[in-house]
């Protein structure tokens, strides 16, 4: 069946940086588009960022735009997250989600002050 992990997250203060990682299996991975997705504490979901199947179109929220990269490797069925210059408003948890279908755990970012 299909699975998402992720990983990666932690503690980190702001300025710093973290890379979550989003093993996955039971689908063509190389054929879907792949989000990442966060929710803060109390608060609804909020898309983050996507990529498609080939990796060739990438999309942001203006909120982590220019600081976020989303990336996928197909040969590992695997999808990251690289976070620079993190925020306070960044913390939550971090989803990753096969074209907004399938879900993981999501793992939790938090921003020491």
């Known amino acids: 069946q299909v699975q998402l992990v992720e990983s990666g997250g932690g503690l980190v203060q702001p300025g710093g940086s973290l890379r979550l990682s989003c093993a996955t299996s039971?689908?063509?991975?190389?054929?879907?588009?792949m989000h990442w997705v966060r929710q803060a504490p109390g608060k609804g979901l909020e898309w983050v960022s996507q990529?498609?199947?080939?990796?060739?179109?990438?999309y942001y929220a203006d909120s982590v735009k220019g600081r976020f990269t989303v990336s996928r490797d197909n040969a590992k069925n695997t999808l990251y997250l690289q976070m620079n210059n993190l925020k306070p408003e960044d913390l939550g948890v971090y989803y990753c989600a096969r074209n907004l279908a399938s879900w993981g755990q999501g793992t939790q970012v938090a921003i020491s002050s």
């Open positions: 039971g689908f063509t991975f190389s054929s879907e588009w």
């Open positions: 990529i498609k199947g080939d990796g060739r179109a990438r």
